[in-house]
Each structure stands twice: as structure tokens, then as C-alpha cells.
């Protein structure tokens, strides 16, 4: 498998001619602080051709050819802003800036990216090297017929034991999540045999982790558009491709912060689980729920630094406010703790905006766990997506301690 990453290497967008490529473009950082800029901008959200939020309603992406028209528009609604990245360009072309070190053939190498066939197999081989320990579960074919597996990590238990679910890879574009994913995953089952802590986790609970659930999608990101988002299912009656696959879920699908519109990046889809991907991991947690309980679920995006609680949909609090939010502020301080890095956190409609179908929502709404999360990790915007690969080991390290303080706080508290 990885003999064929000098193959790669030339097909990866950044170095392939035949990716789009992002010259020119820029993030504008804006300031926003009005309803009725949110408004605007929610207007000029539905036109992704000339814009792509990366970050709404803070960060936009601008075409070169539409920046001026943008900036005039936000010149007359008087929405302030500043060029925050100027050449898009630039940051895909150095995001794989550790390639070339600390580079062993014989392993997995957790510092650099890795193509979704390479997670693939990442899984079954995770699976082989911890018999009793991991296991892979084949839940589904994506849109595109590639297989999906789920890694089961706990060690065998007479009793029945709880469940923890957390993904990656939702959205295409979010590179540092299904590497993150990957290095903690792997972290907790070398600690099982070293640490007492992570051995009671695994001991206790059955953990199902889904490194990269969009998995389509991110096969688009290494191979045509860098900055794909979405899922690659095309709509009836539009040329857009790709339904927003965390808008997707049947909980409140279809309100508020959900795109009608094929064309839009946070396009809902034309039904709830309309997405084979969503639907196989909704079928299956669904399935597993009738003989565990799940505590904990997190799906973990990038960026900003958020841990966020539900819910997503509106903005009134759950039951269960309290204890979630104590959970999501020890979360931030244990990832604080590590690099310093500083997360904040909130509920996901308060903290962010208004968006439904979310995973994290259906999470709590319908698979019934009491601790359900978005966490958006590194970084709060320098890089943005483009995260280069020398930050994946930092990230991953400090959100594995934010992941066993989130058990922890769980297993004393359900
Ligand atoms: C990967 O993405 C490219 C670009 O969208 C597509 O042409 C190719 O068929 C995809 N490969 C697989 C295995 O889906
Ligand atoms: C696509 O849309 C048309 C017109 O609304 C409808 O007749 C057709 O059945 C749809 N096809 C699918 C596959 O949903
Ligand atoms: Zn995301």
C-alpha cells in the first residue's frame, strides 16, 4: 500500500495540473455584528459559484473575478472586513509540508495525509495488528462503491458494555479531522496495555469509531477540487453535485440553516438520508442502539476550536444543558492543557449559527445519547482547511486528551 505513495504524490491536488486550481483567490475575514448582515450574507452564501464561506459568517472565499463586485457589495451593507488569506494557492501547495520527513515505509506515518484508500486500509490493518481488542465492521457502500468500515475498539466482555461513537470526515474539505481520528484511535489501543485509565475505557465501553464518512467527497478533495465540502451524489434536476452530509440527518431535517438549493454548500439534500453514507451510519448506530447505550457521539470537523454542544437547530437549551456544558468546558481545558491551544465552547446554534439536520443533533435526538457533540478542531483560521501536515501530530495529541476527558466525565456521570 505504501509503495504506491510516490504515485500519489503527483496526483494530489496542489501538484496535479489537473486539480482546479485557487490562484488568486482570498479569504476575506469579516466583521460581523448585525442580523441583518448575517442576512445579506446569507444571500450571497446561495450564489457558491462567485463564493464559498469557509467559515459563515466569518470566513469567505472570493473568486478573483467576483472580489471586487464582493467587496463592494459588503462596502454598501457596510459589513467591515480585512483580507485575511491572500493566495489560496499558496496554502494547498504547502500543506504537505512533512512528506518528506520522519518518513518510515514499513508504517503507518500519522504525520502526513493520507488518501481515502489508504485510511481504508488503515482500518483493516488497525483491525489485524489488535485481534480482540479491534475489529472492522462493514456498514456500508458510499454513493460511489466504496466500502465502509467501522473500527470496533474495547476489549471482549461477558456483560454487555456501553457504547461511544465518534467520525471524522463528514465534510470533504476538513482534512486534519479523519487524521486526528486516526492517530487517537490508534493512541487508545496502544494505551490499553500501559494505561489504566484508557484500559477501564475500553474495558467499559465498545467504542465505534468512522474515521471518514464522506469518504466520496474526500476522494474529490485529492483528485479534482481541494476545496470540495460536500458529498459527490449528483441532484435531480440541477447540475450541482453533493448534498451538505451534515445537513443530512433525520432529526429537524430540513429548518432553519439548511440549503433548499442543490447548488449550495449547506444543500439539506432532497430528503432526509438521502445520502447512502449517512444513511448506512444512521442504520447502523440505529441497529446497535437496540442492545447499547450510546453516551457518548462526537463527529469531529475543523475549524475554529469550537466544542460544541446541542443544539444546532435552535437556539432553546436540551435537558440536559448542564451536565453537557461541564462536560464540553473540561473538554477545552484538557485539550488547553497539552499545547496551550485555546478552544471555546457553547451550544452549536448560540455559539456558531442556526443549522439542522445536523449529526450531532440526531445524536442526541434520536440515538438517544445524553453527551453529543460537534468538536471543530485546529485551526481558528490562519490556515484554515489547509492545515499543513506539521500540525497533525500537535492536534491530534491535544484533542486525544479533550476525547479521554470527555470518557472520563462520562463515566462518572451516566
Ligand atoms: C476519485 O475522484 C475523481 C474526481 O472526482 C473521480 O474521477 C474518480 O473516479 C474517483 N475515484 C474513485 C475510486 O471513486
Ligand atoms: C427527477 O425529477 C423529475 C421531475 O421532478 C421526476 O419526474 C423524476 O421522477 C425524478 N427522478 C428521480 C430519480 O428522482
Ligand atoms: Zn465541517
Not at 456544558?325 to 496551550?340: E, P, Q, R
Not at 455559539?351 to 453529543?372: A, E, N, R, V
Request: glycine share 6%.
Amino acid at each position: 500500500m505504501l509503495g504506491n505513495l510516490v504515485v500519489l504524490v503527483l496526483l494530489m491536488c496542489g501538484t496535479s495540473t489537473e486539480c482546479t486550481r485557487y490562484d488568486g483567490y482570498v479569504v476575506l475575514r469579516l466583521d460581523v455584528s448585525t442580523d441583518q448582515d448575517v442576512h445579506v450574507l446569507k444571500q450571497i452564501q446561495e450564489v457558491p459559484e462567485v463564493v464559498d464561506f469557509w467559515d459563515f459568517p466569518r470566513d469567505l472565499m472570493v473568486s478573483p473575478s467576483y472580489l471586487e463586485d464582493i467587496k463592494a457589495t459588503l462596502k454598501e451593507n457596510k459589513i467591515k472586513y480585512v483580507t485575511w488569506i491572500d493566495n489560496v494557492q499558496d496554502l494547498i501547495d504547502t500543506q504537505f509540508n512533512h512528506r518528506n520527513t520522519e518518513y518510515s515505509t514499513d508504517e503507518f506515518n500519522y504525520a502526513v495525509y493520507h488518501t481515502w484508500e489508504e485510511i481504508y486500509q488503515w482500518v483493516l490493518d488497525t483491525a489485524a495488528a489488535y485481534p480482540g481488542l479491534a475489529e472492522a465492521i462493514l456498514i456500508m457502500h458510499s454513493y460511489q462503491g466504496k466500502e465502509q468500515y467501522v473500527l470496533k475498539v474495547g476489549s471482549d466482555s461477558a456483560t454487555p458494555k456501553e457504547a461511544i461513537w465518534y467520525q471524522g470526515g463528514i465534510h470533504a474539505r476538513e482534512w486534519i479531522s479523519p487524521a486526528t481520528v486516526m492517530w487517537m484511535t490508534n493512541q487508545l489501543l496502544m494505551d490499553y496495555s500501559v494505561d489504566p485509565e484508557v484500559k477501564s475505557m475500553l474495558d467499559q465501553y465498545d467504542i465505534y469509531v468512522l474515521p471518514l464518512l464522506n469518504v466520496d467527497g474526500y476522494n474529490h478533495t485529492w483528485e479534482e477540487d481541494r476545496m470540495w465540502r460536500k458529498t459527490q451524489k449528483p441532484n435531480n434536476g440541477s447540475n450541482c453535485i453533493g448534498t451538505d452530509a451534515n445537513r443530512n440527518w433525520d432529526y429537524m431535517w430540513g429548518g432553519e440553516g439548511a440549503s433548499a438549493f442543490p447548488c449550495a454548500s449547506t444543500y439539506r439534500g432532497d430528503s432526509a438520508h438521502s445520502e447512502p453514507e449517512v444513511k448506512g451510519v444512521a442504520t447502523f448506530l440505529e441497529l446497535k442502539a437496540l442492545e447499547q447505550t450510546f453516551q457518548l457521539f462526537i463527529d469531529f470537523h475543523s475549524y475554529s476550536q469550537y466544542w460544541l454542544t446541542t443544539w444546532g437547530y435552535t437556539l432553546d437549551l436540551t435537558d440536559d444543558h448542564v451536565t453537557q456544558t461541564a462536560l464540553a468546558s473540561i473538554g477545552c481545558d484538557a485539550i488547553y492543557s497539552v499545547h496551550g491551544t485555546v478552544y471555546t465552547y457553547g451550544t452549536f446554534a448560540d455559539h456558531l449559527y442556526i443549522g439542522s439536520g445536523l449529526s450531532q443533533d440526531w445524536g442526541y435526538g434520536t440515538l438517544g445519547s445524553p453527551y453529543s457533540f460537534t468538536v471543530e478542531l485546529r485551526d481558528t483560521g490562519e490556515y484554515g482547511f489547509l492545515l499543513p501536515e506539521d500540525q497533525i501530530i500537535p492536534t491530534s495529541e491535544e484533542t486525544y486528551a479533550g476525547l479521554k476527558a470527555a470518557i472520563t466525565y462520562v463515566m462518572a456521570n451516566t
